[in-house]
């Protein structure tokens, strides 16, 4: 992967991605502590700058769900959408409608070239079905 994006192939980067695809949706703090356990010390800094180069050339996907840290995937180039638990923020992938991309089709985009379309949709997990005395962050949000 790093090769076909004419990455030099070091071994954080190579930490990196590997964690992500293990752990799609990990957020840096994650994500540094799975690199932590192949590869030893390695500082935040090192992460971080892994992280931004990956993105930049598209290999990772960064997602960041409002009220919630960025996070990672390596599931890229499909334009696909993201279903978040308002309780306890899990994210899950949801594939586009039908087809490829419908969505990618606005129904007035302003004379935009439109070439990624991005929906979360806000749900509430089946674990937090389960759960009916949870508050979620939003009826705190409002209590306050
Ligand atoms: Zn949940
Ligand atoms: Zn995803």
């Known amino acids: 992967m790093l090769r076909g994006a004419a990455l030099r192939v070091t ?3 190579v930490a990196v991605l590997s964690a992500v695809h293990d752990h799609p949706h990990a957020d840096t703090d994650s994500i540094i502590r799975s690199v932590r356990e192949s590869l030893g010390e390695v500082s935040h800094q090192a992460v971080y700058d892994v ?3 990956l993105t930049a050339a598209r290999l990772l996907r960064r997602i960041q769900p409002s009220g919630s840290v960025a ?3 390596s599931r890229v180039g499909d334009n696909h959408h993201h279903v978040v638990c308002r309780s306890c923020g899990a994210i899950a992938d949801v594939d586009c409608a039908v087809g490829d991309a419908p969505c990618m089709t606005a129904v007035n985009d302003h004379g935009f070239a439109v070439d990624e379309a991005e ?3 806000w749900a509430r997990c089946p674990d937090c079905q389960q759960r009916p ?3 979620s ?3 705190d949000k409002e209590k306050n």
Request: aromatic share 12%.
């Open 11 to 13: 071994r954080p980067r």
């Open 51 to 53: 992280l931004r180069a």
């Open 71 to 73: 996070r990672y995937e």
């Open 119 to 121: 929906v979360t949709y």
């Open 133 to 135: 005395h949870t508050r």
């Open 137 to 139: 962050k939003q009826r």
